[in-house]
């Protein structure tokens, strides 16, 4: 069964950088594209970033320059830098395997905030 678990959230004051980790298992994830999205209160869920089994990468254009997407395949592990945070970046965190569709980790909140 494929298992998804997000780390390294936190509170970061505007301007500060954090480092999300999605360890995962059950799936040949060297294969497959991974994806960070992320859910604000009152707000859809929105794809931030996307790498592809090639590494070719996408990034919503309200964190591209800032956010990089990075993935180990030899640690099945996908990572988000999150650089120059702004308050609208406070949101919960979620890492996706797109090959897998309806399957989500816990999450780990992201609060930007001085």
């Known amino acids: 069964q494929v298992q998804l678990v997000e780390s390294g959230g936190g509170l970061v004051q505007p301007g500060g950088s954090l480092r999300l980790s999605c360890a995962t298992s059950?799936?040949?994830?060297?294969?497959?594209?991974m994806e960070w999205y992320r859910q604000a209160p009152g707000k859809q869920r929105e794809l931030v970033a996307r790498m592809a089994s090639s590494f070719g990468t996408y990034y919503a254009n309200s964190v591209k320059g800032r956010f990089t997407i990075s993935r180990d395949n030899a640690k099945n592990t996908v990572y988000l830098e999150m650089n120059s945070l702004k308050p609208e970046d406070t949101a919960v965190y979620y890492c996706h395997d797109r090959r897998y569709p309806n399957i989500w980790g816990q999450g780990t909140q992201v609060t930007v905030s001085s």
């Open positions: 059950g799936s040949i994830f060297s294969a497959n594209t």
